[in-house]
């Protein structure tokens, strides 16, 4: 596999490599912002009632994949639905929402407006109309000063480290990444309102669903969670829905994707975990008892070492904001940590990350024609 066919360097070659992909495979369109530089092209294939929709680049980092993995789907798959296939399913491919934070390298995005950089995953169904009404992540207040301590290899490290493993059976290491509202530069900022990229996304989904939707299948595609084996070359993957494993939409995707890791949430009982993401925005705007409503991400593994890898990732995070707040940019080695902790430079990981989502949409395509 030649991975320069689908992988790009930047947004716009990453967008130009998708819009000649989609061109004869599918329809084309775009959701264009006023005064926005990065407009999102989606393309669509078929006109069944029954939706699958395929999202990269929430986070923007990861649209480096994502943007591969979609334009090997237009490659090697689309060509071959057959019209019966296209007469029951409509395939929809959401090409990297978040083109900021692919083109500059960030999983964020820097709200200009209200500033603090923006992760768009705790951005979506968040009612902001009642600012005194925000979710509260109060563990995360915990971990704040540390994580955007002063930049040191060795002590900060060290200090995250204890950290973990200090606060990682009572939930306060896990509450780190659900989403807070309180900090504009604190890690995983939901933000003071909608943002574009946010509006745009869910014009796109509305535009999907308008034309007499009977179900939706909803499928992000991310990079960081899971192990990313250098000596072997390896990469693991895993598919992580929402909801305790007893629910409907855990073993709807159990039955459909059998050789996948599916990976539940059983602390998500009462209610979501993860703050204002997006398969649950999804569920909540569209599910009915007519309409079922099925929303995962398929993540790629990025991490070397299973305790350090999410170590590192939360201290160069920490970093970058340490340096925006105190220099007013990100110094090249935080940037290039940062790179490397959410698209790997090795080319054996690019590979075997393909492999990985090659599997998936050959199986997924599989069980939805035996349906």
Known sequence: MNTSDYYSENWYQATEKF?????????????VADN????????????????????????????????AAQNMFL?????????????KYTIVLI??????????????VVDQKNGGLVDLNRNFGVDFSKPDALPQNPRYELAHDLLLSRPDKIIKKNAIKDFRAKHLKDGVWAAISYGQYVHPYGLFYGGVAPMTENKMTMSIYDNVMRDGA??????????????????????????LVSHPSNHKNTRFFKEMLPGTQIVPDENAKDGPSLLGDLVDALEV???????????????????????????????????????????????????ANLTESWYPSDERWRGAALGRVNLLFSEMLSKLNQR
């Open 19 to 31: 819009i000649k992909n989609a061109v004869g495979r599918g329809r084309l369109q775009w959701c």
């Open 36 to 67: 926005h530089l990065y407009d999102i092209p989606y393309v669509t294939i078929g006109n069944g009632p029954h939706k699958v929709v395929i999202n990269s680049g929430v986070h923007g980092i990861e649209g480096f994949f994502g943007s």
């Open 75 to 87: 490659d090697r798959y689309a060509a071959g639905l057959s019209q019966r296939f296209l007469e």
């Open 95 to 108: 090409h990297v929402i978040n083109g900021w934070g692919m083109q500059n390298r960030m999983r964020e």
């Open 214 to 239: 009977k179900s939706l299948v909803s499928i992000g595609l991310h990079t960081g969670l899971g192990r990313f084996d250098r000596k072997r070359g390896c990469v693991t993957s895993q598919l």
């Open 285 to 335: 705007r569209y599910g009915t008892k007519d309409i079922p409503v099925y929303t995962a991400d398929f993540e790629i593994g990025t991490g070397e070492f299973p305790i350090m890898s999410p170590v590192y990732k939360r201290m160069d995070m920490g970093d970058a904001r340490y340096n925006l707040l105190n220099g007013g940019q990100i110094n090249p080695e935080t940037r």
